[in-house]
């Protein structure tokens, strides 16, 4: 099993509509986890980090992490052709604290 | 706070050639983080150092080396240029403790023609 996986889309979703981007992650992983957000030829940019069981919000954003199903989402209201991008999950190993990356999910917004 | 500085920015290298890149890390960070991105896949982890040491390792060949300087500066080399090197070189800097984020620079984008 993978440490971070994630589907590689792509997501298309219309303007306007929630996008929900998923990753589930193993028992090597620590549950603390990080969203980024990458345009095409630019470095990733970090969007969220979430720490404990539940939801947290930033604005357009909720990050969702449940640790009984090693799972977490990344929630983007009312999206809009500006989040199209590709969006990475990360978490760290527990060993020796790598940063793992899921292979991450090209979102495309449609307006 | 400044960012994460990556230098130089573009770089065209001729096959067989080497390469150094710099990376100046977020003060206070110990960590830095170095990987290789080509078009269209994903983050390809080379390597990280932390405090001065070199703390894990991807699956990259020995032409690919780094270090890192006491006031947390890495760089990393690649000797021996290949066509198939050219790519996106990226560092991530951070605490490098359980549970911190990490924070990229702008990266270098490597040409070897």
């Known amino acids: 099993q993978k440490e971070v996986e994630q589907n590689s889309g792509p997501l298309s979703v219309p303007e306007g509509a929630i996008a929900s981007l998923n990753c589930t992650y193993s028992d090597r992983v620590s549950q603390s986890f990080f969203w980024y957000r990458q345009y095409s030829g630019k470095s990733p940019e970090l969007i969220m980090s979430?720490?404990s069981n539940g939801d947290k919000e930033d604005g357009r954003f909720t990050a969702q992490l449940n640790k009984a199903s090693q799972y977490v989402s990344l929630l983007i209201r009312d999206s809009q052709p500006s989040d199209s991008a590709t969006y990475l999950c990360a978490g760290r190993r527990r060993s020796n604290y790598q940063l793992i990356w899921g292979a991450g999910t090209k979102l495309i917004i449609k307006p | 706070k400044a960012g994460v500085t990556q230098t130089p920015r573009y770089l065209i290298k001729t096959r067989g050639q080497q390469v150094t890149l710099s990376c100046s890390p977020i003060?206070?960070?110990?960590?830095v983080s170095w990987y290789q991105q080509t078009p269209g896949q994903g983050l390809q982890f080379l390597f990280e150092?932390?405090?001065?040491?070199?703390?894990n390792k991807g699956n990259f060949p020995g032409r690919f080396s780094g270090r890192q300087f006491s006031n947390s500066r890495s760089e990393m080399n690649v000797s021996t240029l290949e066509l198939g090197d050219s790519a996106l070189y990226l560092c991530a800097s951070s605490s490098g403790t359980a549970d911190t984020e990490a924070f990229f620079g702008q990266g270098t984008r490597l040409t070897v023609v």
């Open positions: 979430i720490y």
């Open positions: 150092y932390f405090s001065e040491t070199q703390r």
């Open positions: 003060s206070g960070h110990r960590s």
